[in-house]
Structure formats: structure tokens, C-alpha cells
């Protein structure tokens, strides 16, 4: 037999002297077939080195079993977690994964989106890139039914589902722990507020402020792209200022930590001076010295929320469910970036 061309079942069927129908039959485990010649089958697929055409039985079914996942980058350990979860209950209801980045582009995320919609996916699992302005590259999905669930990153659509927590209670309380920590001049390090998750933190933060009569500042919203090293610029920035901030919320744990490392090499005493707190309770929060105040919520729990509510959608074409809006738990740790000397 050639080795430059696929193996087919007719290559299967003439070499165990049965019919194509019997040898297709047998490799989807039919139980019309005997146990004796699906073993046949299979021992022969094996060593032929068979590869079931998965693509063209998705035409024939209408269905991949494949979920697309696209998410702003594979490098967080937030989106990790997520994935984790979407695989673990993906993998219970027999469905595979396709897992693209965006790596925080609009374009890219397009890009992916047409390469998810060719590759023929039961439904769409998305956490939107930073720039992302408006939700015409899903379009494709939405006019043939395809479900799509927006997570984390969402935007309002009729025809999808949004789970997220709640970012402006989360940022409040965050800014009003540091408050009654006795910070008063207190700066917030977010990204573009395009997206819902850091328009919202900074509602919370606002919104803290004024319940303590405290002036809300411009100049004190710094738009990052979060990174460690955007965290360590900031620091830069900071400390050329008149009169020092006596406390930052950070937006996420990654640049809190940038401007915490490059600050404390300046002398800057970590709460005392200026008090931190982030947000995604990342593992290396509680590997920096003094331990991170952060918001606490788990991917995992959302990833699994989010695929289970896919699958039930996937299975079922008529679904609706009954909000398009999931809001999941999260919860604020206290550690000592924030505890200001005698206060608890």
C-alpha cells in the first residue's frame, strides 16, 4: 500500500474481506457489529495508521463535538485557570477544544473568529480583547444560531450570554478597604476602558471615593496596558510626583506587583508609605514580600459555568436561558500590602 496517500475503510474492508458499511460500523463501535470483528477492525486500523475523517462526518451530523475558545492571551494565569475548567467540563460531555489568542487584538480576534466559524465549531467561548469596540466579526455565528457566551471581557449582545462578576462591587471594596486603611490619596492603574471589566473597576473606585467625600482626581487614573514592566514606568512616574499617593489599587495583580517591586527598590515602604491592592489574586500574590491585597475569583468555576452553559445550548437548539447575564462570586483578601501599621 502507498505510503503517500490516506488510508481509507475500502483499504480496511478488502484486507479483512468485509464491506465498507460493516468496517464504518464497526469503527463507531455500532452494536450491530460483533465484538471479534470490531476488534479485527481496530487491531488493523491501528497498524495501517487510519485516521477517521472526523470533518466529513461533522457534515454528514451537523455537529464537530468542538468548542472554540478564544481569550486575549494563553500566558495568564486567570485564563489558565479558565481553560481548565471549560476543558474539564467540555471533556465529561465528550467535546473537544479549539483554542485560539488574540494576544489583546481586535484584528486577531476577527481573524479567529473566521477561523473558528470554518472550522465548523458547535459554539463559541469568548473573553474580549482589550480594543475590542463592537461585536460585527460575530456575526457569522449569531445569524446561523451558533451560541456564543462572552466571559470575563463581555459585551451586551441579544443573542449571546455574558458571566462575569461583579467588577464594581469588587473594585469598591477594594478602594474602601484601602480607605479605612487611612489612605486618602489613592491612584488607580487600569487599561483602556473599552471593555466592561476595567469601565466597571473604575466605577467602583469612583464611586468609593465619593461615599468618603474624598476628591476624585484625574490624574490619579493611569491607563496601562497592565503588564509588570507597564507597573514599573508607573513607579517612575510616581515617585517624581510633589506629594505621594498613599495608596494604589491596580486593576490587575500583575502590574500592582511591577510598581510594588520597582517602588520598594526606591526605599518605598510597603504599606506604610503606600498601601497596594490588585486584583485576580494571582499565585505570585502571595509570593511577593509583604503579600498582596487582591480580589479573589476563580476562572475555574467560571470556566466550567460558562462550557456546561454552552453544552446545554450546543444539545439543545431551542435553549433559551433564562438571563443573559451569569454573575459569579468573588471576594476580597486581605494581606499586608494593605494593613497600615495598628490598624487590622
Known amino acids: 500500500m502507498a505510503n503517500d496517500r490516506e488510508v481509507t475503510i475500502y483499504d480496511i474492508a478488502r484486507e479483512l474481506n468485509i464491506s465498507a458499511t460493516t468496517v464504518s460500523r464497526g469503527l463507531q463501535d455500532h452494536p450491530t457489529i460483533s465484538k471479534k470483528t470490531k476488534k479485527k477492525i481496530f487491531d488493523l486500523a491501528e497498524r495501517l495508521g487510519y485516521r ?8 454528514r451530523n451537523q455537529k464537530t463535538n468542538t468548542l472554540g475558545i478564544i481569550v486575549p492571551r494563553l500566558n495568564s494565569h486567570f485564563m489558565s485557570s479558565v481553560i481548565a475548567g471549560i476543558e474539564n467540563a467540555a471533556n ?14 481586535s484584528v ?3 481573524a479567529s473568529v473566521r477561523t473558528m466559524f470554518d472550522s465548523r465549531v458547535d459554539g463559541l467561548l469568548v473573553s474580549l480583547a482589550v480594543d475590542t469596540a463592537e461585536l460585527s466579526h460575530f456575526e457569522h455565528f449569531f445569524k446561523k444560531n451558533i451560541p456564543v457566551i462572552f ?3 463581555v459585551m451586551p449582545h441579544e443573542n449571546s450570554v455574558n458571566i462575569l462578576i461583579d467588577n464594581r462591587q469588587a473594585a469598591y471594596n477594594a478602594t474602601r478597604h484601602l480607605i479605612e486603611q487611612g489612605c486618602r490619596r489613592i491612584m488607580h492603574l487600569t487599561a483602556p476602558i473599552l471593555q466592561n ?3 466597571d473597576r473604575l466605577k467602583g473606585y469612583k464611586e468609593a471615593l465619593g461615599e468618603y467625600k474624598i476628591k476624585f482626581r484625574e490624574d490619579y487614573v493611569v491607563i496601562t496596558n497592565l503588564s509588570q514592566e507597564a507597573g514599573a514606568e508607573v513607579a517612575k512616574t510616581i515617585l517624581k510626583m510633589k506629594t505621594l499617593p498613599d495608596g494604589i489599587f491596580a486593576a490587575n495583580d500583575t502590574c ?10 526606591q526605599g518605598i515602604r510597603i504599606p506604610e508609605d503606600i498601601a497596594f491592592a ?8 502571595q509570593v511577593i514580600e509583604p503579600h498582596l491585597t487582591t480580589i479573589n475569583y476563580s476562572g475555574y468555576e467560571m470556566g466550567q459555568v460558562a462550557a456546561r452553559h454552552l453544552i446545554d445550548h450546543v444539545r439543545d437548539v431551542s435553549f433559551v436561558s433564562s438571563t443573559n447575564t451569569i454573575i459569579l462570586r468573588s471576594e476580597l483578601i486581605v494581606r499586608a500590602s494593605s494593613l497600615k501599621k495598628g490598624r487590622k
Do not use: W
Not at 477517521?52 to 457534515?59: D, G, I, P, T
Not at 500592582?256 to 520598594?264: D, E, H, P, Q, R
Not at 490588585?278 to 500574590?285: E, R
Open 52 to 59: 477517521s475523517n472526523h470533518f466529513a462526518r461533522s457534515l
Open 92 to 105: 465529561e460531555q465528550g467535546f473537544s477544544l479549539l483554542i485560539a489568542q488574540s494576544s489583546e487584538s
Open 108 to 110: 486577531k480576534e476577527a
Open 151 to 153: 466571559f470575563d471581557r
Open 197 to 199: 471589566v476595567y469601565k
Open 256 to 265: 500592582a506587583i511591577g510598581c510594588m517591586l520597582a517602588m520598594k527598590e
Open 278 to 285: 490588585g486584583f485576580n489574586n494571582d499565585p505570585v500574590t
